[in-house]
């Protein structure tokens, strides 16, 4: 047993390889020709586990995919955006490596227990936080698979390896070029517990049921199957769901919030952080449904939340404190307050600062508000009665999947 931020967590007896199906919002899987388009989750949701999850706040990739492996939420891990303002210095940050982890992750502990542990990413951006910690294990990401080497990333000749060349950044393929190079890494034996992760570049772009996201799904659907087929434990999860962020005539519906502060309560009132933006901003123009405001004069706190909560498209605004305490995020990284966007609305800073010619006519598609929380979880194989009833006394969180995948399985 291995113990990780609290909780308890068995080898592998087998090998288990959990995927995190980017912005895999559950409407993905609950089309009518599902049958068809997702023929292998299908049946692991009919004879294995499939519940709804909730997501980590707010709902993006790092602080997601950051809980998934630390399995707890980003009041304890620290990453609760993929962008933030350091207080201390004011400065604005991409977080792009492991710098900002306050916790180890089921994957370094797993490693450092003497599990072959493989961890594979879409971006690179995510690669290192992944990679935290974790010793002698392989961790690499199909946009930089071209540059993988045994020193920094435990593996190398990747592209070999998958056969065929490391994906362009904004093709579907970036993802199924992940699942692929798991596939190759199990049938070779070369680790025991995997953590798979996606890109979500198709789900910004196309809604549930669109031939394009059918597609995509269909693929990444035969590859699941691969690697349950291959005799591994398959634990599926997302790290957020998606919406359509449109007006009625599907122009982007978007609350340009730190404009219309600024307007209301002098010029640099206010500064607007988007924890959304991030190194791939071509199908979302860096806008989501949460933002972080923080004062920049000295105004009265309550007032300019009052106006922010009065804003069309503005679902709900809490302090920090209440924020940091209600969605279990690190109170240090908190905004003055934070804007939460409704279902169909996302929230920018200022025009100038969300360029959306990269949606090319596609509707803007988004989240990382409260209508993204929910998510599905499936779990290849039937688990044992606790697990089952887990469900009934509290609400299951995507990072509860290691747990599941590892400690959840009835008997065979
Ligand atoms: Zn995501
Ligand atoms: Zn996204």
Known sequence: MIQVNGRTYAKPRRPTVVVCLDGCDPRYLDVG??????????????????ALADAAMPTFTNPNN???????????HGISGNYYL?????????????????ATTILAEMSRGGVRVAAITAKDKLRKMLG????????FSSEKAAHATRAENGIDNVEALVGR???????PDLSLFVLDAGIKLLEQGRADLFYLSLSDLVQHAHGPGEREADAFHNAVDAKVGRLASLGAVVGLIADHGMNDKTNADGTPRVVFLEEELNHRFGADAVRVICPITDPFVKHHGALGSFVRVYLRKPLELAAVMDAAAALPGIALVLDGKSAAGR???????????????????????????HDLTGLHGHRLRSHGGLSEQVVPFIVSHPVNEKYRNLERTRRLRNFDIFDFALNGLAQA
């Not at 023929?39 to 294995?48: D, K, L, Q």
């Not at 950051?66 to 304890?76: D, E, K, M, N, R």
């Not at 969605?327 to 600062?353: C, K, N, Q, W």
Request: proline share 8%; glycine share 10%; aromatic share 6%.
């Open 86 to 102: 350091d207080r201390k210095t004011g400065e604005e940050i991409m977080i792009v490596d492991a710098s900002p982890m306050r």
């Open 66 to 76: 950051v809980s998934i492996v630390t399995g707890a939420p980003p009041a304890l």
């Open 33 to 50: 020709n599902a049958s068809e388009v997702f023929p292998n989750i299908s049946r692991m949701m009919r004879e294995g586990f499939f």
């Open 132 to 139: 935290h910690r974790m010793e002698g294990g392989i961790c």
């Open 165 to 171: 060349p490391s994906p362009d950044m904004y093709s």
């Open 327 to 353: 969605y279990e995020m690190p109170l240090d990284r908190e905004g003055d307050f934070v804007a939460i966007g409704d279902t169909h609305a996302v929230i920018g800073a200022s025009r100038a600062e």
